[in-house]
């Protein structure tokens, strides 16, 4: 079946809601991608900025599959990073390759905004998303602080 790789545009309100849903669904956490939704007007800001993109994997018009991404603008130098923030696929449609077309499809975008490289984290035990990282890039050991605000 023809799975469709979007990138999802400022009015694309229904396309940024399906990707909630199936981030909501993938990880099983309904908490944090439903109960407090962004309004439109706010998911229209962050599809306007240039330091956030969404993709999503469509499949006979559902939504199947979904990365989302932030540029980080570096210091040292006149380059970008990017950073894959999550990415899912359904489970009916997993091991058929819509993860690495999602990412595949971030290169170009990342690339024409000088960024050199694309990371992205995985849990220890996530071997099918650390065997897919693996596969696309090279694995660094690093320990991962979560900081509160308040």
Known sequence: MQIEIKKIEADDHSLMEAMLDVF???FDDS?????KRPTPQYVAKLLRSESFVGLV???E???IGALAAYELMKFEQERSEFYIYDLAVLESNRRAGVATRLIVALKPIASSR???VI???ADYGDEPAIAL???LGCREDVLHFDIATD
Do not use: C
């Not at 908490?31 to 109960?35: D, F, G, P, Q």
């Open 24 to 26: 909501a669904e993938a």
């Open 31 to 35: 908490e944090s991608y439903v109960s």
């Open 57 to 59: 994997a469509v499949q």
């Open 61 to 63: 018009g559902r939504v």
């Open 114 to 116: 000088g960024a050199k």
């Open 119 to 121: 990371f992205v984290q």
């Open 133 to 135: 990282y693996t596969k």
